[in-house]
């Protein structure tokens, strides 16, 4: 069963982060609380919506996803995570997740759903090839936090 996340599910919700952090190598960079979960993803505003996975009445798997704007395609949404536990693995409950966002996506008219996937990380791969995801190999992510975003925004005129 796939269900939207609420707010009764940020400790949830921070748990399965860190069991990501963890998966990727980087649970040290991982510093998100469950409060910044609760105030972030929830009320008027929200900067978030997740999705939980739940396997005989376990947490098996999340997604969290936004919006985003293409000024040449018009709006998507933006797959922040995308995390199925090791024991749950090969159910189809990352393709049912996926499956999920790109309803929503539609639901809403979007005209694209978009996510990154770690080099290293092969049966990922593998599952988004299957579906018929493009991979965009000439495109680098970049990434501004820290001291770095704190000097940029100083150099305003």
Partial sequence: ?????????????RTLIRELAEFERELDLCVIEE????????????????????????????AVFFGYYSTWAGPGL????????????????G?????????????????????EVLD???????????LGAEFRDQWRSVLLKDDALRQLAEKTV
């Avoid at 995570?81 to 409950?93: E, M, S």
């Fill in 1 to 13: 069963m796939i269900r939207p996340a609420n707010l009764a599910d940020a400790a949830l919700l």
């Fill in 35 to 62: 409060a910044d979960l609760a105030r972030d993803g929830y009320g008027s505003n929200p900067k978030f919506r997740a999705l939980i996975a739940e396997w005989d009445g376990q947490p098996a798997g999340y």
């Fill in 78 to 93: 933006y797959l922040e995570d995308l995390f199925v536990r090791l024991p749950f693995r090969g159910k189809g409950i």
């Fill in 95 to 115: 393709t049912a997740l996926l499956a999920a966002v790109a309803q929503i996506a539609l639901q809403e008219d979007r005209r694209a759903m978009r996510w």
């Fill in 120 to 130: 290293w990380n092969q049966g990922a791969i593998d599952l988004y090839k299957s």
